[in-house]
């Protein structure tokens, strides 16, 4: 154990960077999940055909093959961005790609009739979604989205592979250095696994906090 | 930077050796997935209290650390209690255990979607715990649960990147390597990136096709 203390500070900056990355990811993510999900979905096809393309494109190739292609290959088209950008951009929209399911999904739920309520209520398409439809969905999705961000904690150790010291890149360091490979990768999974069980906890505190008033959901 | 069609009609049997071993780790892996989620959800399932919450523990434990540090474990931490195995054969065991977890989850629910009277049903019947799952239970679960092995497999498939960083030679191992090299990254990444697309659009159509196969015929839409 005493090695892991001596490198608390390489370990700690890690987990910082681990984490920058997870939250910037995350929130680039998330946008993307709502702006392809919702114009998956649209009546215009000049909408929905990218977001086809951009949600199979992204789903359909693996992470490390976008990150790599964006880290190695753009260079050479004149387009040079800092490694960290790169491992944001690729975990951000692949992971992106993937929620966008979460969103239709949890529109889809929201039972028909609270549309047919908002349009005899004369509510405009906008209002219904956001008075009506989001607040419902946002439910659903919750959970959902938490478990999407524990993906993208676990993305963002491959940021590692591009040069970037994340918590994975220092532990790698750590054991070139010394032999004690059991306990520094030990402790660098469990301390991967309290930072997924507080991201979940959080997940639920706020699922918690928007079931407030809804029938059957106080729990 | 132009796009050398050339270059890419070179290196393209390499690619393709490589591919093949990606698809070698994909099965491979997903064989264990198979059976080490069965072992978690049996686990899952026991009588004793203990049991079942320690299994759960290691189950969300795999799901949610990263995979590259579940190889570099097995890589690194295997050796020195004496077990030493090929990089390719690390790197399926962490992927099987990784989605073995997932794979337990899958099973779990299937098990759980089987009303309890088709359990109470067999107790009535005489049957015995194993007849009861052979003959009742897993007729009923498994179908639909093989969209969701499914989306394991697929999943597993775009994962088998990460084994290259404990040297195994896949596609994207291979890529990377050819790109250094050359000092040309362009073709093989951009060529890899899409031998994936092809593989996990192509995979989708194939578990449909297994899927509406193992669907009772009463189910059929």
């Not at chain 1, 190695?72 to 692949?94: E, H, R, T």
């Not at chain 1, 220092?170 to 032999?179: D, P």
């Not at chain 2, 050398?4 to 264990?32: D, H, K, M, N, Y």
């Amino acid at each position: 154990m005493h090695i892991v203390w001596e490198y608390r500070q390489l370990l700690v900056e890690g987990v910082r960077i681990t984490l920058l990355i997870t939250a910037l990811s995350a929130v680039l993510a998330i946008f993307m999940a709502f702006a392809s999900g919702l114009a998956r979905d649209a009546r215009s096809p000049l909408l929905r055909v990218p977001a086809i393309i951009y949600i199979e494109l992204f789903r359909g190739t693996s992470l490390l093959a976008q990150m790599f292609w964006l880290f190695f290959v753009l260079p050479s088209f004149g387009v040079n961005m800092p490694a960290l950008a790169c491992g944001v951009l690729a975990i951000g929209l692949c992971n992106g790609a993937y929620g966008s399911e979460i969103v239709r999904g949890a529109l889809r739920a929201v039972p028909r009739g609270q549309r047919e309520a908002a349009i005899a209520l004369n509510y405009s398409r906008a209002q219904t979604f956001r008075i009506i439809l989001l607040p419902q969905a946002a439910r659903i999705m919750a959970p959902l989205f938490g478990s999407l961000v524990i993906e993208i904690l676990k993305g963002s150790s491959l940021v590692s592979l591009i040069t970037l010291a994340d918590l994975t890149f220092q532990a790698k360091n750590i054991i070139l250095v010394h032999l004690n490979t059991t306990t520094v990768l030990s402790v660098v999974l469990v301390i991967y696994f309290l930072i997924a069980l507080f991201i979940s906890g959080g997940a639920r505190r706020i699922e918690r906090a928007l079931s407030r008033g809804v029938d059957g959901a106080g729990r | 930077m132009e796009f050398s069609f050339e270059l890419l009609w070179e290196i393209l049997p390499q690619l393709l050796r490589a591919t093949v071993v990606t698809l070698e780790a994909t099965f491979c892996g997903f064989f264990i997935a198979l059976v080490v989620g069965l072992v978690m959800v049996t686990f899952m399932r026991a009588r004793a209290r203990g049991v079942r919450i320690a299994a759960r523990l290691v189950m969300e434990f795999l799901r949610a650390t990263p995979l590259l540090v579940q190889v570099y474990f097995l890589f690194f931490v295997l050796p020195e209690f004496g077990i030493s195995l090929s990089p390719f054969l690390t790197g399926v065991i962490a992927l099987g255990c990784h989605y073995g977890a997932y794979a337990a989850e899958a099973y779990r629910a299937g098990l759980e979607a089987v009303p309890k009277g088709q359990w109470e049903a067999a107790v009535s019947l005489n049957y015995g715990r194993l007849a009861t799952y052979r003959h009742i239970v897993l007729p009923q679960a498994l179908p639909p649960i093989v969209p969701s092995l499914g989306n394991i497999a697929i999943a597993m498939l775009k994962d088998t990147p990460i084994l290259a960083a404990v040297t195994v030679t896949e596609l994207m191992f291979v890529a990377n390597e050819i790109g250094s090299e050359r000092f040309q990254y362009t073709e093989p990444v951009t060529a890899a990136a899409l031998i994936y697309l092809v593989l996990s659009l192509a995979a989708a159509p194939l578990i449909n096709l297994i899927d509406r196969r193992l669907r009772p015929q009463e189910t059929r839409a």
